[in-house]
C-alpha cells in the first residue's frame, strides 16, 4: 500500500473521521498529561492503516470539556474535536449508545428516543464535518466512520464539493422494518447519502440501506447505487467490505519470546487445566455474554465438564459505564458468575475466571495462545474481531473457535462450531461438539479458519475500500473512472441477507 495521505500545509489528502481518536488522554495521579491507546474494534483495526498511509484523523480525545491542539502520532497528524461534557452524555451515551446502537442490533434492548438527543448528535456531527473541512487539502479523500457520525457525509459534501467521501459502518445495519421506527430516519438516510461510497460489513447491511432509499426518498436506486439529485447529482455506491485485523501483527505478537513466557505464566496462575476454555468482549449486551456464562454453567453443573480439568475464562472490558444498561449487565454477570463459582467450585481455583478489565495487547495473545476453545458469541454483531484475532494467534493445530450465526464472521468463518446464541441446549451442545470433536476434524477445521483470516487482513480490507472510493470519487486528486469498470461485489459471494 503507498503512502498516500501526509499532511501537508494545504491540508490532509486522506483523512479518517470517527467519533474517538485512537489515543485517549489520561492524566495520571502525579498530574502527568499521557496518551494511550483506546480499547474497541474500530481503533484496532484502523490504526495500522492510518500508520501506513499518513494523513489525519479527526476525532474526540475522550475527555469532556477540553480543547486540545493537533499534534503528531505515530506518522499521522491527530485533530482532536472538543466535546462539553453534555454533548458527551446527549450525542455518545444518549443518541449513539441509547438509541443507535441498540436499534441497530436488533433491538435487543430497547432503543430510547429523545428529541434533545437528536439535536445534540445533529451539533456534534456538524462539528466534526467543519473540522474535516477545515484539514482536508483538495480533492482529499475523507473515510468517515461508523454509527456515531452518520450526519457528517451530507454536511461535509455541502462545505466542501470537492472531497471524495468515503463512509464505513462498523456495526450492523437493520432491516427496514426496524430502521424505520426511528424518528429521524430521513435525516440519517440523507446523510450517508452525501457520500460517495458507504461500505457495509455485510452484503445484507448495503440491501437491507438501497432498499430504504428505494422506498423511502425520491432518489433513484441502480443496482449497487443511489443516484442523489441536489446540488449536482452524485452517485452513491453501496457494497459490503468485510473488516478484518492486522493478522502478521497477531500472529508475531504471539509468536514473541514475552509472549510465550506470558502465557506459561497464565497457565501455572491457573494450575495447568487440561481445558481453556476463553471469551474475550468489550462488555456489552450484545455479545451474548450471559447467555454464554449460563451455558458454561449448566455444562459444569451437569458434569459434562470437569472442573477440576476445565477453566472457563471470561475476559469483558469495561465499556460504556454511564450508560443504565451496561451497568445492569455488569451487576448481573457478577451475580451469575458468583452464583456458579459458590456452588460448584472446590476450594482451589474456581471453575470460572472472570477478569472484568482491560489488557495489553500481547496479555490478549498469550491468552489466545493458551485457548482450546474460543467462544465468541454475540446475539448480533456487525463483524467481531476478538475471532479473528484468536485465529492468527493460535498456533497450535488443535484449536477451536464457537462462533455465533449472528456476528458478521460467521459469513466467512464458515468451518467454525456455529452456534444460535439464543438456544441454550443448542450451544452446549456445539461447545462439547467442539471439546469432544476427533483431533483430524478439528484440525481440518482449524487450518481452513486459519487460512482465511491470514489471506484476508486489513490492509486488503482498506485497500479495497480506498481504491473504489478513488474509482467513485469526483475529487480532482482522484482520477474517475467509470462505474461500470468496477466489479459490483466484493464480498465473499453473491448471497443476500436480509441482516446487516
Ligand atoms: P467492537 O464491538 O468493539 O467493535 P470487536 O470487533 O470484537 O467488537 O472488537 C473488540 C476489540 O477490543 C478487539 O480488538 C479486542 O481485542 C479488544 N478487546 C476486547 N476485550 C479486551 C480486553 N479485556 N482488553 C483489551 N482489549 C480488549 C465494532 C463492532 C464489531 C466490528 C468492529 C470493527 O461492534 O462488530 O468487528 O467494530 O469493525
Redesign the pocket.
Known sequence: MENTGPSTKQGATFLVVANRLPVDRIVREDGKVDWQTA???????LEPVMKQRGGAWVGWHGAPDEEVEAFEHDGYTVEPVPLSAEEVEEYYEGFSNATLWPLYHDAVAFPEFHREWFDAYERVNQRFAERAAEVAADGASVWVQ?YQLQLVPRMLRELRPDLNIGF?L???FPPMELFQQLPWRRQIIEGLLGSDLVGF?MPGGASNFLRLVRRRTEHKVDRDRAIVKRNGDHECVARAYP?S?DSKSFSDLAQAEETKAEAQELLEELGHPSMIVLG???L?Y??GLRQRVRAMGELFEEGKLDPNEVVFLQ???P?RERVEEYRRLRDDIDLLVGRINSQIGGVGRPPIVY?H?????A??AAMYQLADIML?T?LR???????K?YLACHSGPDGALVLSEF???ARELRQAYMVNPYDLDGMKEAIMHAATDPQREKRRRFRALKKQVAENDISKWADRFLSDLDDHGKGPARGKTSADETPSMHFVDGEQTSQG
Request: glycine share 8%; no cysteine.
Open positions: 480499547p474497541g474494534g474500530l481503533v484496532t483495526a461508523d464505513f462498523h456495526i450492523p460489513q473488516i485485523i474475550v468482549d468489550r456489552d450484545t455479545k475476559i469483558a472490558t465499556s477478569r478489565q482491560s489488557f495489553p495487547r496479555t490478549l465468541v454475540p454483531d456487525g463483524m467481531n474481531l476478538v475471532a484475532e456476528a458478521g464472521a
